[in-house]
């Protein structure tokens, strides 16, 4: 059992076959995703391995958990933001059963008669931030958001 993550939960194919993944929100379920995997995420974890994905930008005081798929084969089912209170629970399906959780990339090998509950915890983690930072200044500068090479000569 991986009780916390702090970025993200993470199923991922460990084999060749692509995942079967249904998902279920307070209970109610989403159409499946077909993909290599699928990510839910804090906003803490929403710059990073979410980002990669295309999963949103969170700020980070923001009290949300985001669903993304990892190159998914449906383009038609897409990453959701779900509120703080959502319990998210997460089952899959593989023609050679084989699949992996990661929660910050601690992994465990899991089965397909498995099932994964993802909720936010009841408590938060202190941060400490610099006086002279902020997140969209560290946006605009390591991400270069907002840059175009059109623009600049």
């Known amino acids: 059992m991986l009780p916390y993550s702090v970025n993200e ?29 699928l990510i839910v995420a804090t906003s803490s974890g929403s710059t990073a391995y979410s980002l990669s994905v295309g999963g949103p930008i969170c700020m980070p005081d923001t009290k949300v958990l985001v669903v993304a798929p990892i190159a998914p084969h449906n383009l038609n089912v897409r990453p959701i933001v779900l509120p703080e209170t959502a319990k998210v629970d997460i089952s899959f399906e593989s023609r050679d059963g084989r699949a992996t959780m990661s929660t910050d990339n601690r992994v465990v090998e899991i089965q397909p008669d498995w099932s ?9 983690l202190k941060r400490i931030r610099l006086a002279q930072s902020g997140f969209v200044k560290a946006l605009t500068s390591r991400l270069f958001w907002g840059e175009d090479m ?4």
């Open 9 to 37: 939960v993470a199923l991922h194919r460990a084999g060749s076959a692509v995942l079967g993944i249904h998902v279920s929100i307070d209970g109610e379920p989403l159409p499946t995703y077909w993909a290599d995997g």
């Open 150 to 153: 059109r623009n600049n000569g």
């Open 116 to 124: 994964i509950h993802v909720e936010m915890a009841q408590f938060s």
